[in-house]
């Protein structure tokens, strides 16, 4: 581990995402030999002690982006994607695990190890792609909630009040938190076990088949119908700014980094935790997206359904029973719009306090992170009501713009745990930084062609095509920067060397 120590001195100074008295005590913390690289043996007491930072990673997961990502998946595609869900899943648990493992290692988040990492101006642009793929994550998540809230009054309460509704939760966040990390986590888990049992009850409702529902899973199929929820099945699982949160996250418990014993086992029990936290998010989706290949797959409805109408739609189809479809849709969505909404706030505070290295009160940094999303989000919600279907485009709109800055948080993960002066003896061996370089190649790719397929239908004229050309051609340029300090061609030849033996 001393290849870290240099590092590590040099940011003793900063301040920590959690502080000693703020993290959760773990169980024979000081017990054994210092100098052990052998884990303790394992201990289902211990892996409890560990669960809860991937759980609130997972919401990412099941956020209401998402959520009418499967919905259309289901409604368009029936069940032929569901093998690419749950290998977007496997996908985005690698990618949530090396950022596990770069926070436990380091003892610092993503967004304070590229403070250190990258010149100003190149801190300062990443540090504006993260904030924008986090405010076009909240609106769409705080519209959903909105949206959630209008259904569940009756109408009653428009959009523009289900907003302000929304905005409170993170007052919430800021009582519970006061009273401690385990507090906050039993919150989410709460409002998880609320998601999967109102879509469970929705798919027990529907009753989509069992056979198809297998076949789905295990027959890769596509075909040129499908490509367009494909690629949304591929680019709504990894979220830019839950890779942040997930590094800090994980701070959230006593481990002691210059024991390697000590960092093996906490990554061991992460591992196991998050990997139960993702298919338990798997479970959720593949509940929603079947629910809506039973019953729309091959309508007139599959064509127009949204976020917005969905709930409308399934009420005409299921209306009856003792309680209505609709409601059981409705808190589904809620519970997945107030769960991601917080945990927004709280990735906010880690990427504003990361790259500006600001020494604020938890509250004002909430407050600023909270306000960049409401504020827009409130003038949406004023604009237009949920019979607009404008909703629907906005929504293609805010995930373009979220596919945008996929790579300004994979490619410095991928760039740190590689590093041996940033993670000493737990930097990732060739087979698994190749892996992780394909996996983040394909996932770049798959929102190019989003990126692609949106602008060539949304935009037309001279004037158009010449901005996003010059946005296209700086964008380009500032990836292949990261790239070429990330990974150099030789070491690029040595590892293929290696892992082909030619």
């Known amino acids: 581990m001393q290849q870290q120590q240099p590092l590590l001195q040099s940011l003793h100074q900063e301040e920590r995402a959690y502080d000693a008295d703020e993290k959760v005590h773990i169980i024979g913390l000081d017990d054994g030999d210092d100098c052990s690289t052998t884990p303790p043996p394992f201990s289902w007491r211990k892996l409890w002690q560990f669960t809860g930072p991937g759980f609130l990673m997972s919401i990412a997961?099941?956020?209401?982006?998402?959520?009418?990502?499967?919905?259309?998946?289901?409604?368009?595609?029936?069940?032929?994607?569901?093998?690419?869900?749950?290998?977007?899943?496997?996908?985005?648990l690698l990618v949530q695990l090396l950022?596990?493992?770069?926070?436990?290692?380091?003892?610092?988040?993503?967004?304070?190890?590229?403070?250190?990492?990258?010149?100003?101006?190149?801190?300062l642009l990443l540090w504006i792609m993260a904030e924008l793929a986090l405010i076009a994550a909240d609106i769409q998540e705080v519209i959903g909630s909105a949206i959630a809230i209008n259904i569940l009054s009756r109408g009653v309460l428009p959009l523009w009040a289900g907003v302000i509704i929304t905005a409170l939760d993170c007052f919430v966040f800021l009582f519970l938190e006061n009273y401690g990390v385990r507090k906050l986590e039993?919150?989410?888990?709460?409002?998880?076990?609320?998601?999967?049992?109102?879509?469970?009850?929705?798919?027990?409702?529907?009753?989509?088949?069992?056979?198809?529902?297998?076949?789905?899973?295990?027959?890769?199929?596509?075909?040129?119908?499908?490509?367009?929820?494909?690629?949304?099945?591929?680019?709504?699982?990894?979220?830019?700014?839950?890779?942040?949160?997930?590094?800090?996250?994980?701070?959230?418990?006593?481990?002691?980094?210059?024991?390697?014993?000590?960092?093996?086992?906490?990554?061991?029990?992460?591992?196991?935790?998050?990997?139960?936290?993702?298919?338990?998010?798997?479970?959720?989706?593949?509940?929603?997206?079947?629910?809506?290949?039973?019953?729309?797959?091959?309508?007139?409805e599959a064509k127009t359904i949204g976020l917005v109408n969905a709930g409308q739609y399934l009420e005409e189809r299921y209306g009856g029973g003792l309680v209505p479809i609709l409601y059981i849709w409705a808190i589904g969505?809620?519970?997945?719009?107030?769960?991601?909404?917080?945990?927004?706030?709280?990735?906010?505070?880690?990427?504003?306090?990361?790259?500006?290295?600001?020494?604020?009160?938890?509250?004002?940094?909430?407050?600023?992170?909270?306000?960049?999303?409401?504020?827009?989000?409130?003038?949406?919600?004023?604009?237009?009501?949920?019979?607009?279907?404008?909703l629907d485009i906005l929504n293609e709109w805010l995930n373009v713009l979220q596919s945008v800055q996929i790579p300004f948080a994979l490619i410095p993960l991928l760039c740190l745990v590689s590093k041996e002066e940033v993670m000493g003896y737990f930097k990732i061996g060739t087979l698994l930084q190749t892996v992780s370089w394909l996996v983040a190649a394909l996932?770049?790719?798959?929102?190019?062609?989003?990126?692609?397929?949106?602008?060539?239908?949304?935009?037309?004229?001279?004037?158009?095509?010449?901005?996003?050309?010059?946005?296209?051609?700086?964008?380009?340029?500032?990836?292949?920067?990261?790239?070429?300090?990330?990974?150099?061609?030789?070491?690029?030849?040595?590892?293929?060397?290696?892992?082909?033996?030619?």
Not at 71 to 89: K, R
Not at 334 to 351: D, E, K, R, V
């Open 61 to 92: 997961f099941l956020d209401p982006g998402n959520l009418e990502g499967d919905l259309q998946s289901g409604a368009i595609a029936g069940y032929s994607l569901l093998w690419l869900l749950l290998w977007a899943t496997a996908m985005g």
């Open 99 to 123: 950022a596990a493992r770069l926070g436990v290692v380091t003892g610092r988040h993503l967004a304070e190890l590229c403070r250190q990492e990258y010149p100003n101006w190149a801190r």
């Open 186 to 300: 039993a919150l989410f888990a709460v409002l998880i076990a609320t998601m999967a049992i109102s879509f469970a009850w929705m798919f027990g409702e529907t009753k989509p088949d069992g056979g198809e529902l297998m076949i789905g899973i295990l027959v890769p199929k596509l075909n040129s119908s499908t490509i367009k929820q494909a690629v949304g099945v591929v680019g709504c699982v990894i979220m830019p700014h839950n890779v942040f949160l997930h590094s800090a996250l994980v701070q959230s418990r006593e481990v002691d980094n210059r024991k390697i014993g000590r960092v093996r086992e906490a990554l061991k029990y992460y591992s196991i935790e998050s990997s139960i936290a993702l298919a338990i998010s798997f479970m959720i989706n593949l509940f929603v997206t079947s629910v809506f290949a039973k019953v729309f797959y091959g309508t007139e």
């Open 333 to 390: 969505v809620l519970a997945a719009g107030q769960s991601s909404t917080i945990t927004g706030t709280y990735a906010g505070q880690f990427i504003m306090g990361g790259f500006l290295n600001l020494r604020l009160e938890k509250w004002i940094r909430a407050l600023i992170t909270r306000s960049c999303a409401i504020i827009p989000t409130l003038i949406v919600a004023l604009i237009f009501d949920t019979s607009d279907a404008s």
């Open 443 to 502: 996932v770049i790719l798959i929102n190019g062609y989003l990126l692609v397929d949106f602008f060539s239908s949304e935009l037309s004229g001279m004037f158009f095509t010449s901005i996003v050309t010059t946005f296209s051609a700086a964008y380009v340029c500032f990836i292949m920067y990261l790239v070429m300090r990330s990974v150099s061609f030789s070491n690029l030849w040595a590892r293929a060397k290696a892992i082909w033996g030619s």
